[in-house]
């Protein structure tokens, strides 16, 4: 067992500039009906914080799930977020890979502790979820996903 | 059921500068052992082809189950291929999903006629690859595999 309390990938978080479109393609390539595209973060339960600064960021997120692992599809939207900053500076890819994890704040501290910092977190009406910036030591941004 | 026979996310593909490094990083974030890395793409089974020209393309890799879903670091050497393009282009980071097909031409005809080229395709001693480069309609590349 490792101190993250998760060893399984149940998300891959891809950022593009339209999920309407993108969740199209998604839907054609696999044969399953095209998932509604929701607002993320722009309710009561969002309290997002990037950069250790609260943030008026939001989203458009498509869901798809293929076997054990989800695909969300978010395209940007408002004020900064890593989301954002992920399409201004890489365009169009794989965001993160996330994980649960029923420890959320000890398994932050862990991450930090080996000098990979919480670059956004926040919530929504079932759980909490925090954005690890892991892109020096693993390549990539990991999620942790906490559900209540 | 789709063209692609396959809906299940098999394999996370992130391109890394040093893979000997990050496996590291990656056993101890997960608290499992690091395994070996091992020569990709060298033998008598490869049969690189990149942007439709034969290539002797190589790299080194790690892979980690991690659940249901595998993550192969892949750290590009020698000659042109997607993982040394992704790489110079973006750096490292998240390269492809992967998915399982036993009907890997098919797969690629039907990706082509959706507008979405094999950008590289080989094989190892257990099966056959294509990457699809479904950058501009899925934000990312896919790998079909197909094991013998």
Redesign the interface.
């Known amino acids: ?4 309390d998760t ?4 998300q ?1 978080g ?3 500039k339209d999920a309407e479109q ?1 969740a199209r ?2 839907a ?5 009906p095209k998932p509604e595209v929701v607002p993320i973060a722009d309710d009561s339960f969002a309290n997002t914080v990037y950069k250790n600064k609260s943030s008026k960021a939001a989203g458009r997120a498509a869901f798809f799930k ?4 989800e ?1 969300e ?1 978010i395209q940007p939207l408002g004020a900064p977020s890593t989301w954002e900053e992920f399409l201004r500076k ?5 965001h993160h ?1 996330a ?1 649960r994890t029923q420890k959320l704040t000890e398994a932050q501290q862990f ?1 930090k502790s ?1 000098g990979m910092e919480t670059v956004q977190s926040g919530g929504w009406d079932g759980g909490r979820y925090a954005y690890i910036d ?2 020096q ?4 941004i990991l999620e942790l996903l906490h559900f209540d």
């Open positions: 067992m490792n101190q993250l060893d399984t990938v149940v891959i891809v950022i593009v993108a393609h998604y054609e390539v696999f044969g399953i293929l076997g054990p692992v695909i599809l890489r365009g169009e890819g794989v890979i994980f991450f080996k892991g892109t030591q693993l390549g990539t």
